[in-house]
């Protein structure tokens, strides 16, 4: 009714607070339709929505859609913003396999990056030693690794310090410097349990596990699991 009035810019913000409210009750779909409707009435007044539209597709795990929004809202991002844009472009490749692609997002974001950005430059390091790996470079997924540990260790984020320490210690792990390997990880889970997110916590406890295993430590193991 408002847009039909004339009042776009008012008829976008109800659209715009709608999809809040949808969003924070899961209902994704709906929430991108009100969205995507407040961006039609007033796409210079709407910054920063078609990235959250992105994110939504994302967890729907609508990738083709998620880039178009991530795209769109790239063409007109601010310089500042451009490097977190691109990092969510590159996670898009990287659920969809397509490695090199997403290393050259990665790469791009690193370039684009304030050096005093340093917990985003830890994630960005972090995703950049895996897509490293995909790609057969060992060599470089340990500068990154260790780069972003560097970088999480500055900015004090905890769960960014746990992603970069089970990353190193998987990629000990597979060039068989098990000691190293169980240093990393044993402190990936520490770090962890003292703040990170369950999912950090899981993950570190899970190749903590596999690696008892690989050592032939069977009860550990089965500790670890539980």
Do not use: C, F
Not at 80 to 85: A, D, N, R, Y
Not at 98 to 119: C, D, G, I, T
Not at 184 to 191: G, P, S, W
């Amino acid at each position: 009714h408002l847009a039909a009035a004339g009042q776009p810019l008012e008829a976008a913000n109800w659209h715009r607070l709608a999809g809040d409210e949808a969003a924070t009750l899961h209902a994704n779909a709906d929430a991108i339709g009100h969205y995507n409707a407040a961006v039609a009435l007033a796409p210079l007044a709407t910054g920063g929505l078609r990235r959250t539209i992105g994110d939504l597709e994302k967890l729907r795990g609508r990738y083709p859609d998620a880039l178009a929004a991530y795209r769109a809202e790239l063409a007109s991002a601010a310089d500042s913003e451009v490097p977190e844009l691109e990092h969510r472009m590159a996670r898009v490749h990287m659920r969809l396999g397509e490695w090199e692609v997403a290393a050259a997002y990665l790469e791009s974001a690193l370039k684009a990056l304030p050096s005093n950005a340093l917990a985003t430059l830890a994630a960005i390091l972090v995703d950049a030693s895996l897509a490293s790996v995909r790609l057969g470079n060992e060599d470089q997924a340990r500068r990154h690794a260790v780069r972003a540990l560097k970088s999480a260790a500055g900015a004090g984020d905890a769960g960014l310090q746990a992603e970069a320490h089970n990353q190193l210690g998987l990629l000990a792990r597979g060039a068989g410097m098990l000691e190293q390997a169980r240093r990393h990880l044993t402190e990936a889970m520490r770090l962890a349990e003292a703040g990170a997110s369950a999912a950090a916590t899981m993950a570190a406890r899970n190749n903590l596990a596999r690696l008892e295993v690989a050592e032939g430590n069977a009860e550990a193991a089965e500790q670890l699991s539980r």
